[in-house]
């Protein structure tokens, strides 16, 4: 099921679009949910982009090792999909379209250290329990405040809004 689109304002019709297809988390335990929090407060999904002959679950798996530092989470039902579609970066392309594939997952074990990417280390992404309704209330007071406003936010608190809803 297609959540939402986010397109920025400023992107023209059309244009030359590089895509990326990525996958991300949802793992409960009771009320809390497993999430990566920002040193501005925020908080993301674990997950990100699947590598070339990865399958979904294998990436997501992966993605989970390097950012929670959790191993052996089982991999479920696609929950909910957004896309984005936001000024490219690199010059050959006018748009980055970025398709999320919502998964929910269950079990994981500890293990290790998380090896983030540079950006991920900088923000100092920490996987933290945390429940649906405080992981919102954070998501929404940083959007609010306007100061350390990834990109990914309003598609995460998208998304938080929607398991809200669907869990009372």
């Given at each position: 099921m297609l959540l939402a689109?986010?397109?920025?304002?400023?992107?023209?019709?059309?244009?030359?679009?590089?895509?990326?297809?990525?996958?991300?988390?949802?793992?409960?335990?009771?009320?809390?949910?497993?999430l990566l929090g920002s040193r501005h407060g925020d908080y993301k999904f674990p997950g990100g982009g699947v590598e070339l002959g990865e399958s979904f679950e294998v990436a997501l798996r992966r993605e989970f090792r390097e950012e929670c530092a959790y191993d052996a989470v089982a991999v479920g039902a696609e929950l909910v999909t957004t896309r984005e579609e936001v000024p490219a970066i690199d010059a050959e392309y006018d748009v980055f379209g970025m398709t999320s594939y919502y998964f929910e997952c269950s079990g994981g074990t500890p293990v290790g250290q998380q090896q983030l990417e540079?950006?991920?280390?900088?923000?100092?992404?920490?996987?933290?329990?945390?429940?649906?309704?405080?992981?919102?209330?954070?998501?929404?007071?940083?959007?609010?405040?306007?100061?350390?406003?990834?990109?990914?936010?309003?598609?995460?608190?998208?998304?938080?809004?929607?398991?809200?809803?669907r869990t009372r």
């Open positions: 689109t986010f397109r920025s304002p400023e992107l023209a019709p059309g244009g030359r679009v590089v895509e990326r297809t990525a996958v991300r988390g949802v793992l409960f335990r009771g009320p809390e949910l497993l540079g950006y991920e280390a900088d923000l100092e992404l920490t996987p933290q329990w945390v429940t649906v309704d405080a992981a919102l209330a954070a998501n929404r007071a940083v959007m609010e405040s306007g100061v350390g406003v990834m990109r990914w936010l309003v598609r995460e608190t998208a998304v938080l809004e929607w398991l809200s809803a």
